[in-house]
């Protein structure tokens, strides 16, 4: 969904920015250097949930200082609305996970129906423990059953958040900063 560019950046100037790059890249940090203590003897396949999950695991991954293999899957339910639907699962992971630790490395944990679904397969197609890593998990008592983060950059309020990956009607993934869209 294409928007006219002043209504695009009028969005970002109207919003509110709850956390800003400089908290993002310190979050970042401390999310990376407890990774390293609890999974630098794992040999872990790393996913990145795409599309959101991709700014924080481009800056997550170089501070894990172990070796690794990347690999990416294709999971939404959102489809630019603030609501969450059926999720739409475009790439599944690919890759031989019978014994693996895995790392699933995304933006959010809203609901959490998302990342539930995506630990409910891994663990399906055999994987021996499956980790979850967010930037944020986001403040309310809707979350599915039995999903919680292994690791969380921050915990931000119940609010429509775009930045660092996180889209308002596609727009503003690119930022590091993180902004609540005004009014919602
Ligand atoms: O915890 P939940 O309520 O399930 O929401 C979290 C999911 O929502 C976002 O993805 P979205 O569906 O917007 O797709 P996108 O990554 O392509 O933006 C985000 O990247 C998470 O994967
Ligand atoms: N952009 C965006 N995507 C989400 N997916 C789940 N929650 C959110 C949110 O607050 N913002």
């Known amino acids: 969904m294409t928007m006219e560019l002043p209504e695009a950046r009028t969005i970002l100037d109207n919003a509110d920015c709850l956390h800003p790059e400089a908290e993002v890249l310190a979050a970042l940090d401390q999310m990376g250097e407890q990774m390293c203590k609890a999974?630098?003897?794992?040999?872990?396949?790393?996913?990145?949930?795409?599309?959101?999950?991709?700014?924080?695991?481009?800056?997550?991954?170089?501070?894990?200082?172990?070796?690794?293999?990347?690999?990416?899957l294709h999971a939404t339910r959102y489809r630019n609305e603030t609501s969450g639907g059926e999720l739409d699962w475009k790439v599944k992971p690919r890759e031989d996970l019978r014994g693996r630790t895995v790392v699933i490395v995304d933006d959010i944990l809203d609901e959490g129906h998302t990342l539930a679904a995506i630990v409910e397969y891994?663990?399906?197609?055999?994987?021996?423990?499956?980790?979850?890593?967010?930037?944020?998990?986001?403040?309310?008592d809707r979350k599915a059953v039995g999903i919680k983060a292994d690791f969380v950059g921050m915990e931000v309020e119940d609010r429509f958040l775009?930045?660092?990956?996180?889209?308002?009607?596609?727009?503003?993934?690119?930022?590091?900063?993180v902004y609540a869209v005004k009014g919602l």
């Not at 795409?50 to 990347?70: C, D, Q, S, T």
């Open 39 to 72: 999974l630098a003897h794992t040999n872990p396949v790393v996913y990145t949930v795409l599309n959101g999950g991709l700014i924080v695991a481009g800056h997550l991954l170089p501070r894990l200082k172990f070796p690794l293999e990347m690999a990416y």
């Open 122 to 140: 891994c663990k399906q197609q055999g994987a021996s423990a499956v980790h979850v890593a967010v930037l944020i998990d986001k403040k309310h």
């Open 162 to 177: 775009f930045g660092c990956g996180m889209d308002y009607q596609g727009y503003w993934r690119n930022t590091l900063a």
